[in-house]
């Protein structure tokens, strides 16, 4: 594991980590709000035919939490700090991967930088709009965008909000040692944070329809999260879309079917990188 500081957009300082060879088809690991990148430890076996990069986003994990919203609620910052990751380490047309608002992310870097630097995206349980360009038929009823606590500045009841929304995003519960550490997590991410990253309103489905590269989006059927709707909309708008709806599955999909999520990331990443060749 290689770990890196990368100064991102308004010079916020990230927490980047890579394993495998570098001279590996790149997958850029995106987490979702208030998570970091522990979220993706189940697809650390990737890092055996793959250069896999995590980051912990601006204001999550290790990376620096500025507490300013203008640090969050502007697209330019995120689209900064994914084409720093992508130059800092010398990335050879990375595949983007969101989970969540992952997809917002990577929406805001094509909106800036274009698709030309990345060889395709994949979305897991992603969103297509925040703010008030989102429509009620997008979330499902474990939303964070319902539960006003999650946003308080009172710690007992925003800490049983967070509970309460970290057990939502399995269909299944996951081991109790598990939940503990996804919920301490969650909490290290402040209420301004959390309040200033969905304060854009922003529809970035035309991003997506404009997308010249490859898209897969996986989304769990039972996603009481992110709509099974959304990803179905985002992989028809996409030129190259494609999708994978797993049956039995929440709004976790590479932690609860992790085996079928790093087959079907890889299946893409063969297919995508071989068509780049």
Not at 2 to 25: E, K, M, Y
Not at 48 to 59: N, V
Not at 138 to 155: A, F
């Amino acid at each position: 594991m290689r770990a890196h500081r990368i100064t991102g957009g308004g010079g916020v300082g990230l927490h980047v980590t890579d394993q495998g060879s570098v001279d590996a088809p790149a997958l850029l690991l995106i987490h979702g709000w208030a998570q970091d990148r522990d979220c993706w430890q189940k697809q650390a076996p990737l890092a055996a035919t793959h250069r896999l990069i995590t980051l912990d986003l601006r204001g999550h994990g290790q990376s620096d939490a500025p507490q300013v919203a203008e640090m969050y609620n502007d697209t330019a910052m995120w689209a900064a700090d994914i084409n720093a990751i992508i130059t800092a380490l010398d990335l050879n047309k990375p595949i983007l991967v969101g989970w969540s608002f992952g997809s917002r992310v990577i929406a805001s870097y094509l909106d800036r930088f274009g698709d030309t630097a990345i060889a395709g995206v994949v979305l897991a349980g992603g969103v297509i709009t925040t703010g008030k360009a989102r429509e009620d038929w997008m979330v499902g009823p474990s939303s964070p965008g319902l539960n006003r606590d999650l946003y308080t500045e009172d710690d007992d009841l925003r800490a049983a909000a967070t509970a309460k929304f970290v057990r939502a995003c399995t269909l299944d519960p996951l081991d109790d040692t598990l939940t503990a550490e996804i919920i301490a997590a969650n909490m290290r991410v402040t209420a301004l944070v959390r309040r200033a990253i969905f304060a854009a309103n922003w529809d970035f489905r035309p991003v997506y329809a404009a997308l010249t590269k490859p898209l897969l989006a996986i989304h769990g059927v039972e996603d009481t999260v992110v709509a099974a709707l959304c990803g179905i909309t985002v992989s028809e708008l996409a030129p190259k879309g494609d999708l994978r709806l797993y049956e039995n599955t929440g709004h976790s999909p590479f932690v609860e079917q992790p085996e079928r999520f790093n087959q079907d990331l890889t299946d893409f990443a063969t297919l995508t990188f071989g068509a780049a060749q």
